[in-house]
């Protein structure tokens, strides 16, 4: 699974890297993102690519309790164009999730230690997400899902599970405007390629969601 991840970057960066209008965010850096916070999304309306915040943990439209979102930050693209909960959303509701890096946890004798993991050769980069609209008399949440698969070889040192990371060069291609069958999506997924990785341990500070400071991604000595 993927269950945390960093936006460290400043505004004017992603807006250049994502060739966004504009960017009305905090531009605080955020080091420990966790789920049920609120992250940053692109979708694209028309010719325009819009950039906003979701909730992390997908509220399905036809939920009738917003707590289902904690059970699902994640999406096995393996299944995904199968399951009521995505089947729809893979079909018209993909969107990009901004980061520049994600943690995970390797097993090791003594437990577990948190590694941060970063692209090798770009800075910011897009994990496949799918979103949702959910609304009663009384709220409205724009939320979204990670989609995840199988570890590749230098993930699969660190943990069996990995989110699925676009290529630069697919980023607008999954967000484009056009209704694709659940199927064609999945092929979309199954077909890219993986672009290097590399990782570093950091301290167990990360492990708390409380913990929000720079310190979370400083490395281990």
């Known amino acids: 699974m993927c269950g945390r991840f960093t936006l460290t970057a400043a505004e004017y960066e992603i807006i250049q890297a994502f060739d966004l209008q504009s960017l009305n965010l905090d531009d605080e ?4 993102i966790a789920p049920g916070q609120k992250v940053l999304a692109v979708i694209q309306s028309g010719s325009e690519k819009r950039a906003g915040e979701m909730y992390w943990g997908l509220v399905p439209s036809w939920a009738k309790d917003p707590k289902i979102g904690y059970k699902m930050i994640n999406a096995r693209s393996e299944t995904a164009h199968e399951k009521p909960s995505f089947k729809r959303l ?7 999730i901004i980061a520049d ?12 230690q948190p590694m941060r ?11 496949a997400g799918l979103w949702d609209h959910w609304k009663t008399e009384d ?8 989609l995840t698969k199988d570890a590749n070889p230098f993930m699969s040192e660190i943990h069996d599970r990995m989110p699925v990371i676009l290529p630069e060069n697919m980023q607008d291609k999954w967000i484009e405007p056009v209704k ?18 590399e990782a570093y341990e950091v301290s167990p500070y990360v492990n708390s969601a409380k913990n929000t400071g720079p310190a979370c991604i400083e490395p281990l000595a």
């Open 139 to 146: 709220e409205e949440r724009f939320t979204c899902t990670i």
């Open 29 to 32: 850096p955020r080091y420990n």
């Open 101 to 112: 890096s994600f943690y995970e946890w390797k097993k090791i004798s003594e437990g577990k």
């Open 90 to 96: 893979m079909s018209q509701k993909r969107c990009l």
């Open 180 to 197: 694709w069958t659940p199927d064609h999506a999945h092929q979309f997924i199954e077909q890219l390629t993986m672009e290097e990785l």
């Open 117 to 127: 993991i970063s692209m090798k050769h770009r800075k910011l980069f897009a994990f």
